[in-house]
């Protein structure tokens, strides 16, 4: 029995591999699971048609996945160092998620990827935050049912 809908955004091996070599150059802990960016949380089951294959396809390019350098920003939300990844896919597939029956806890939807949780501004001491110059490309969206406790139940909904 699903208690909810999560859907995820992963990037290309490339763009994560570039991720973690920064991340790693900045001496910062490293996920063990692929960064993502969330577009979907909601603790109310919702039919999630997917924007992979009904609102992007081959015909449209693939720049609609791309995060660009001049739109990342380094972020700190909630107690967590975050990476802004505003694109068009990421907002088409929280927007479709609402349009579906999605409840987002949040007032606004900021779309990006969380790199290191409960971190204190002051544990980055000054260091200089990486500079993106490559985009950062998501490949695939990823769709789960939450368990009654809000959990992300990790095999495919």
Known sequence: MSYGTYVEMTLTESSEETLRSNLAAMQ??????????????????????????????????????????????FMFLAGHLVLITR????????????????????????????LVYNIEVTQLNGQKL???????????ENIYDLDETGKVIREAA
């Not at 969330?38 to 009904?54: E, H, L, N, Q």
């Not at 088409?92 to 998620?97: E, Q, V, W």
């Not at 990486?130 to 695939?140: A, G, H, S």
Request: hydrophobic share 35%; charged share 15%; net charge positive.
């Open 28 to 73: 910062l802990p490293l996920s063990k699971h692929p960064y993502h960016c969330t577009t979907v949380y909601s603790k109310t089951p919702i039919t999630y048609p997917g924007i992979a294959s009904r609102y992007i396809n081959e015909a449209q390019p693939k720049r609609l996945w791309e995060v660009h350098p001049n739109t990342m920003a």
């Open 87 to 114: 694109t068009v896919a990421t907002l088409l597939s929280h927007a479709i998620g609402k349009r579906a029956g999605a409840i987002w806890d949040f007032p606004e939807y900021i779309p990006h990827i969380t």
């Open 130 to 140: 990486w500079t993106p110059r490559n985009p950062l490309v998501f490949e695939k």
